[in-house]
């Protein structure tokens, strides 16, 4: 027998995937269903619901916003060279988990499943943070992590919770109530990748080399060979061989910064602002060559964001290498701080060509511009039309 399916909870276009209405329906009878771009949303058995309205009650896209002010700002690294080389950043991520694992807590966050799909994890060994370090850029799964992030709480650990600010909004949201032992954590978040566009571009790639993915050997997406401005995507491959192209040369890069393979959300997302959702931010200092010369030599600059006394109680007691600054000058340059990204006329068809052409061509065909335009060329420019458009103070 067929059962009734529906969303009703929230305008599926605004929809992040969070899975707060996932973490909170009594009767868990909502699943979360990949659509037909690959990202996930959720499908309400209706033959099981009955009505109770608490799915939409936690929807953080319904609720109404108020984050935390930012109450000041770093630049910041980590003194271990080698960790912020593998870091997107300054490697400031690392430091953060290190001290809440120390101090016998847990730590949250994205990392690569066996499939190379990614989705947030519970870490509580410092030998494990490498799962979660580094940026992958393709929208993290919650599955159970808000259910599983809950049960730690209660039972009194530390809990470390990173991600995108719409996934620390949904988790908020999702507890309901304030919790002393809890730290969150956001990005600067210029958009989400789907899942989807990942595994097809794995399989275009694995098709060109005539080899498998070894997946023993973490793929990157911030690989700083070639310098921290200009980083590469890097793939190790069975056999040995690898596949390092620089943003301006690859093709799931190209998809990404040129905005075609974003979540529908992320064009019109509800998490812009200086007034946050996690109790720190971070994010790559994009100008600090100009801000805070001493704290830049390529190799990765985190800009902190201090945004509750409790995110500043954590960054005080971590060993980082820090300048504070003007948080509004300083995340001036950094425009998916506060601005959605424009939806490109032809994203629908460049999600429609995947389905029937190699990841290559439709890519080439979609994403012609020259990376010249993106945001990564223009994170270097600031000014006053940049300072307007902030809803910052
Ligand atoms: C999809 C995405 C878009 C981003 N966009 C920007 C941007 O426009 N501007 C900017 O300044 N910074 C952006 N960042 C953040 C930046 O790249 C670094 O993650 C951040 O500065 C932390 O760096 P780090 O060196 O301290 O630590 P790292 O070790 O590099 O960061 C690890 C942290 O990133 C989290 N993370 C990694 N992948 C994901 C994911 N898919 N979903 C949720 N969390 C994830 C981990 O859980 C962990 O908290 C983005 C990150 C991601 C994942
Ligand atoms: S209304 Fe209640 S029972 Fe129905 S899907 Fe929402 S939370 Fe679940
Ligand atoms: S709670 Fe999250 S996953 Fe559920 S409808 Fe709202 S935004 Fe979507
Ligand atoms: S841009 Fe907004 S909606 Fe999209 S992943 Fe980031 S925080 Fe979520």
Same mark, same amino acid.
């Given at each position: 027998?067929?059962?009734?399916?529906?969303?009703?909870?929230?305008?599926?276009?605004?929809?992040?995937?969070?899975?707060?209405?996932?973490?909170?329906?009594?009767?868990?009878?909502?699943?979360?269903?990949?659509?037909?771009?690959?990202?996930?949303?959720?499908?309400?058995?209706?033959?099981?619901?009955?009505?109770?309205?608490?799915?939409?009650?936690?929807?953080?896209?319904?609720?109404?916003?108020?984050?935390?002010?930012?109450?000041?700002?770093?630049?910041?690294?980590?003194?271990?060279?080698?960790?912020?080389?593998?870091?997107?950043?300054?490697?400031?991520?690392?430091?953060?988990?290190?001290?809440?694992?120390?101090?016998?807590?847990?730590?949250?966050?994205?990392?690569?499943?066996?499939?190379?799909?990614?989705?947030?994890?519970?870490?509580?060994?410092?030998?494990?943070?490498?799962?979660?370090?580094?940026?992958?850029?393709?929208?993290?799964?919650?599955?159970?992590?808000?259910?599983?992030?809950?049960?730690?709480?209660?039972?009194?650990?530390?809990?470390?919770?990173?991600?995108?600010?719409?996934?620390?909004?949904?988790?908020?949201?999702?507890?309901?109530?304030?919790?002393?032992?809890?730290?969150?954590?956001?990005?600067?978040?210029?958009?989400?990748?789907?899942?989807?566009?990942?595994?097809?571009?794995?399989?275009?790639?694995?098709?060109?080399?005539?080899?498998?993915? *070894?997946?023993?050997?973490?793929?990157? #997406?911030?690989?700083?060979?070639?310098?921290?401005? +200009?980083? !590469? &995507? $890097?793939? =190790?491959?069975?056999?040995?061989?690898?596949?390092?192209?620089?943003?301006?040369?690859?093709?799931?890069?190209?998809?990404?910064?040129?905005?075609?393979?974003?979540?529908?959300?992320?064009?019109?997302?509800?998490?812009?602002?200086?007034?946050?959702?996690?109790?720190?931010?971070?994010?790559?200092?994009?100008?600090?060559?100009?801000?805070?010369?001493?704290?830049?030599?390529?190799?990765?600059?985190?800009?902190?964001?201090?945004?509750?006394?409790?995110?500043?109680?954590?960054?005080?007691?971590?060993?980082?290498?820090?300048?504070?600054?003007?948080?509004?000058?300083?995340?001036?340059?950094?425009?998916?701080?506060?601005?959605?990204?424009?939806?490109?006329?032809?994203?629908?068809?460049?999600? *429609?060509?995947?389905?029937?052409?190699? #990841?290559?061509?439709?890519?080439?065909?979609?994403? +012609?511009? !020259? &990376? $010249?335009? =993106?945001?990564?060329?223009?994170?270097?420019?600031?000014?006053?039309?940049?300072?307007?458009?902030?809803?910052?103070?």
């Amino acid at each position: 027998m067929n059962k009734k399916k529906n969303n009703f909870i929230c305008d599926i276009g605004e929809c992040t995937g969070c899975h707060a209405c996932f973490g909170a329906c009594p009767e868990q009878c909502i699943s979360m269903k990949p659509d037909p771009e690959g990202f996930l949303q959720p499908e309400i058995d209706l033959d099981r619901c009955i009505g109770c309205g608490k799915c939409r009650a936690v929807c953080p896209v319904l609720k109404q916003y108020d984050g935390n002010e930012t109450l000041a700002a770093f630049a910041a690294v980590n003194d271990d060279d080698n960790i912020r080389m593998k870091s997107s950043s300054g490697g400031i991520f690392t430091l953060l988990a290190e001290n809440i694992i120390n101090r016998g807590g847990v730590v949250f966050g994205a990392a690569f499943d066996d499939d190379l799909n990614v989705k947030h994890i519970m870490i509580d060994s410092v030998n494990d943070i490498y799962k979660l370090r580094g940026s992958k850029y393709v929208q993290s799964r919650i599955g159970d992590a808000y259910l599983t992030a809950k049960a730690m709480l209660a039972d009194g650990r530390l809990v470390l919770f990173s991600g995108t600010p719409c996934q620390i909004g949904g988790l908020k949201s999702f507890l309901g109530k304030e919790y002393e032992n809890l730290i969150t954590q956001d990005i600067i978040c210029h958009g989400v990748p789907s899942p989807s566009v990942w595994q097809k571009y794995l399989e275009y790639r694995q098709a060109e080399q005539n080899a498998k993915i *070894n997946k023993t050997i973490l793929p990157e #997406f911030r690989n700083k060979t070639s310098g921290w401005y +200009k980083f !590469s &995507i $890097k793939l =190790s491959f069975c056999g040995g061989s690898e596949y390092i192209k620089t943003i301006d040369k690859d093709l799931f890069m190209r998809a990404f910064l040129q905005n075609l393979s974003l979540r529908r959300s992320c064009y019109q997302c509800h998490f812009k602002s200086l007034k946050r959702e996690g109790d720190l931010t971070l994010a790559d200092f994009w100008g600090v060559e100009r801000q805070v010369p001493e704290l830049f030599d390529n190799k990765g600059t985190s800009l902190v964001l201090i945004n509750s006394e409790k995110g500043a109680g954590l960054f005080d007691s971590v060993n980082a290498k820090r300048v504070e600054t003007d948080a509004v000058r300083a995340v001036c340059p950094n425009e998916a701080a506060y601005r959605s990204v424009d939806k490109p006329e032809k994203r629908e068809y460049f999600f *429609n060509s995947l389905c029937t052409e190699n #990841f290559g061509k439709a890519v080439k065909k979609y994403a +012609k511009i !020259s &990376i $010249k335009k =993106s945001v990564y060329n223009k994170i270097r420019s600031s000014g006053g039309r940049i300072l307007r458009a902030m809803k910052l103070r």
